[in-house]
């Protein structure tokens, strides 16, 4: 989900500047005259913009407290905070000005005098809500906290998934890792990805056929825990017209107290909901790195 950026026109050239730097860090942002069209209802459009956030950036200033507009926004993040008892809003200090009063216990980030550190704290703020390498999905028993790292390893492209499944229930946790290897082919299509500027794009890519993969093959994408020695399956997902093929290895075992009973995982239920959140959270394309993207996916193999 976007992070929603409150502001008041008025200093629509440091949020520009500032929303430029989070985009170009992968965080999507929601900005009224990037997202608005004509003929758009503006109550309507900023309701579900906010509502729909991970986040509110309040960027305070003194055209932005007088707002009435940036009060109501602030006023909506508030309540959020009260009903879903998380930190949603982040105040953002743009120049001197009189802190709104239920900011004042909040820790800012300063782009009075120093624009560098101001955005270092900012994208340390943001990061819990907007990196898709890593989250805390949260269900009915428990949660999934996951993360990726990715690179290359004795030529071959590799995506790597860490999740641990957590239940209060079960009084138990499940480690799982999905180890994604690709071949020479899919390996050099990444790579030319990466070397244009938009790997990201390769990656999620790839999370959607082997989503696609694993919802074909249900029966296959399962695994049965019935000890603490770990279990493993492996899986291939080729393309016969490309020659691409991704290898992958996953491991899980069970750690806690011993119910005495077999544990099902569904990796295709992982794979399904780490897409979910990182389709939310990636910003959008911009019409050049699509552009780009299209040009290398669509070079004959």
Not at 275 to 280: A, D, H, R, S
Request: glycine share 4%; with cysteine.
């Amino acid at each position: 989900m976007p992070i929603f950026v409150s502001y008041s026109h008025a200093d629509k050239d440091k949020i520009d500047l500032i929303a430029g730097h989070l985009v170009r860090k992968r965080t999507s942002v929601w900005i009224d005259r990037w997202e608005l069209r004509a003929g758009d209802s503006i109550i309507n459009k900023v309701q579900e913009a906010v509502e729909g956030s991970s986040a509110l950036l309040i960027m305070l200033s003194k055209a932005s407290v007088e707002s009435e507009w940036c009060k109501k926004e602030l006023t909506a993040g508030l309540f959020r905070e009260l009903d879903e008892k998380r930190v949603v809003t982040i105040p953002v200090l743009l120049d001197d000005c009189k802190i709104p009063m239920f900011l004042r216990d909040k820790m800012y980030a300063d782009f009075r005098t120093d624009f560098d550190a101001g955005m270092f704290t900012l994208l340390e703020s943001v990061a819990q809500f907007s990196n898709p390498e890593q989250s805390r999905l949260e269900d009915a028993e428990g949660y999934v906290d996951w993360s990726c790292d990715y690179g290359l390893f004795d030529g071959s492209y590799f995506v790597n998934y860490i999740l641990m499944q957590s239940s209060e229930k079960l009084q138990m946790s499940f480690v799982t890792e999905i180890q994604c290897i690709y071949n020479d082919v899919a390996t050099h299509r990444q790579m030319r990805y990466v070397d244009a500027g938009v790997g990201w794009m390769g990656r999620t890519t790839n999370a959607i056929m082997l989503l696609d993969c694993a919802e074909r093959a249900k029966d296959e994408m399962f695994l049965i825990l019935d000890s603490p020695i770990p279990q493993q399956k492996n899986i291939t997902f080729s393309d016969p017209k490309t020659g691409a093929q991704t290898d992958i290895l996953v491991k899980s075992r069970k750690m806690g107290n011993d119910n005495g009973k077999d544990q099902l995982i569904n990796i295709t239920d992982y794979f399904r909901r780490i897409l979910g959140y990182v389709t939310e959270t990636e910003r959008k394309p911009t019409k050049e790195e699509l552009d780009v993207f299209n040009a290398i996916k669509n070079t004959p193999w």
